[in-house]
């Protein structure tokens, strides 16, 4: 049967209709094939943002919904990713000040717990490695630090304390507490160790008073003799005698004032050392025989000896005599009538040992460590019978500005024993 004209319209309609759906469903797989690329292209990305690579591939997102949801998450994440950065620098200099600061810093959150403890503050309250995220009043075992803390979290206002280490009284610390108000409540405890500096101002406060002892003895003699003379100028022979005792007085505050003035050239470093070879035997002998009067009055035996490898030393001659005078001046004054005295020299382990011996009382062992200070009072058994005071003070300096050391200990026969050690070559 023959197709009819309208029939084979229809058909023609049909076919161009299967062709057509058949394109749109490769045209739709096509594109959907696509769209999953993208979005696996996006869950990578994804995926390595979560694993804190933030580098972009900088993928081609497109133009469409998608494409604009997926371009404003990118730039959110990156953005996000730049204050971390930021975030992490500033809190890795912090970490760096904190970590280099003398002053101990600790900080605690509003339920007390500390969040940051720096390595001062750790030292200083002897806390351990664990301590942070764990209560405050648990960590630190100081009472006043704990009440103070307690009274800034509850808002109080900012405090200052006085206190002293825990387990250790000698040092002494100035705690200041403010509470945190921004971001939560907590608080900052912020301690400055004072100790030298409390320990600076005893000295400067006994050094004033020192000195104004040392003058005052002297002046009150030299007004009281000298009125005396104004009251009798006639006596002449409490007139020879007074003079001499102000011009003995008065001799006495030039030494003071001259031993003061060269103790602060050293402290100052201002004196210079000129070395050269120098005779230790003739340097010794010569010391001795200037006291010999006085260790004679006191019926005292003064021994040099010199071993052969000691005789000569490249020094300065003039700083090494001063620091020899004033230990045998020493000696000689703190050893009892008819005690011996022992100076030696030699060379031990390549350096040079001079030692300066008496048969006195010794010293206490709470002084041995002091006895270098400046008018320092030992005990009554060598309550010092004369001079400025400042004597041992110059020696330690002197020695020191020669490249040694000096040390002083009690020998096991009784008396003291000090020792001055140099070196025998010096770098050029």
Not at 12 to 37: D, F, K, N, P, Y
Not at 125 to 131: D, F, P, S, T
Not at 297 to 318: G, M, S
């Amino acid at each position: 049967m023959p197709l009819t004209s309208s029939t084979m319209l229809l058909l023609g309609v049909a076919a161009g209709a299967a062709l057509a759906v058949a394109v749109i469903a490769i045209i739709s797989q096509a594109r959907a094939r696509r769209e999953a690329t993208r979005v696996e292209a996006l869950l990578a990305v994804a995926r390595r943002y979560v694993l804190g690579d933030l580098s972009r591939p900088a993928p081609h997102y497109g133009d469409d919904d998608l494409g604009r949801v997926a371009r404003s998450l990118d730039q959110a994440v990156q953005e996000l990713g730049r204050r971390i950065d930021s975030l992490a620098r500033d809190r890795a200099r912090m970490e760096a000040i904190l970590a280099s600061m003398i002053e101990g810093v600790l900080v605690v959150d509003e339920q007390g717990r500390l969040q940051l403890v720096n390595n001062a503050a750790r030292r200083i309250l002897k806390l351990e490695k664990g301590a942070l995220d764990h209560s405050y009043v648990e960590a630190i075992r100081h009472p006043g630090i704990v009440e103070h803390l307690g009274r800034a979290l509850a808002g109080g206002d900012p405090s200052v304390l006085e206190l002293s280490v825990t387990r250790d009284t000698t040092r002494t610390l100035v705690a200041q507490i403010a509470p945190v108000v921004a971001a939560g409540r907590g608080a900052v405890l912020v301690m400055h160790d004072i100790t030298d500096l409390r320990k600076a101002d005893s000295i400067r406060r006994d050094f004033v008073a020192n000195v104004s002892h040392e003058l005052r003895t002297p002046l009150t003699a030299i007004k009281g003799y000298a009125e005396a003379l104004l009251d009798d100028p006639d006596d002449r022979e409490a007139h020879d005698r007074f003079l001499e005792i102000i011009h003995r007085q008065a001799e006495r505050m030039e030494r003071l004032v001259k031993d003061l003035l060269r103790l602060a050239r050293l402290e100052a470093g201002q004196e210079t050392v000129d070395r050269a070879p120098c005779d230790i035997a003739a340097l010794l002998r010569s010391i001795v025989g200037d006291f010999e009067t006085m260790s004679t009055a006191k019926r005292q035996t003064v021994a040099v000896t010199v071993a052969p490898e000691a005789a000569e030393l490249n020094t300065d001659a003039a700083k090494l005599h001063d620091v020899v005078r004033n230990l045998v001046e020493n000696a000689v004054n703190y050893t009892p009538d008819g005690g011996d005295i022992s100076v030696t020299a030699a060379v031990v382990g390549g350096r040079f040992h001079l030692g300066v011996a008496d048969t006195g009382h010794g010293i206490a062992p709470d002084d041995l460590g002091r006895v270098f200070e400046r008018f320092y009072r030992v005990d009554k058994s060598r309550a010092r019978p004369g001079g400025t005071g400042l004597g041992l003070s110059i020696v330690k300096h002197l020695v020191q500005v020669l490249d040694g050391e000096v040390v002083v200990e009690n020998q096991a026969t009784g008396g003291a024993l000090f020792t001055v050690i140099l070196p025998i070559e010096h770098d050029r």
